[in-house]
């Protein structure tokens, strides 16, 4: 079985910063690629990114190339996603996920997901 917790959200001014983690509870931690999306209050849950499981290779959804980073640790069994500039639009609940196959953008391509973290950005 593998657990996911998210960690590092809270309520931070446009512009600000803020890293979230996500440590994820698995044997095979390394041999994962990992996602990140979010769902903010009355949409859809989008994709964010996700990273290969050695962490050379990462992929963003165009809207946040630039701006958010994600990155792994896989001694410390954990995925981070650095966001910068920080802006209103940016708040919703942030979820981790591992990725099984697929299409990295798709919610349907990951099988273990987190119970999110809440990003609340203030203008």
């Known amino acids: 079985q593998v657990h996911l917790v998210e960690s590092g959200g809270g309520l931070v001014q446009a512009g600000a910063s803020l890293r979230i983690s996500c440590a994820v509870s698995a044997h095979t931690f390394s041999s994962y690629a990992l996602g990140w999306f979010r769902q903010a209050p009355g949409k859809e849950r989008d994709w964010v990114a996700t990273?290969?499981?050695?962490?050379?290779?990462?992929f963003y959804a165009d809207s946040l190339k630039g701006r958010f980073t994600i990155s792994r640790d896989n001694a410390e069994k954990t995925v981070y996603l650095q966001m910068n500039t920080l802006r209103p639009e940016d708040t919703a609940v942030y979820y981790c996920a591992t990725y099984r196959d697929g299409t990295y953008s798709e919610m349907s391509s990951y099988d273990y997901w987190g119970q999110g973290t809440q990003v609340t950005v203030s203008s």
């Open positions: 990273i290969d499981w050695s962490g050379t290779d990462t």
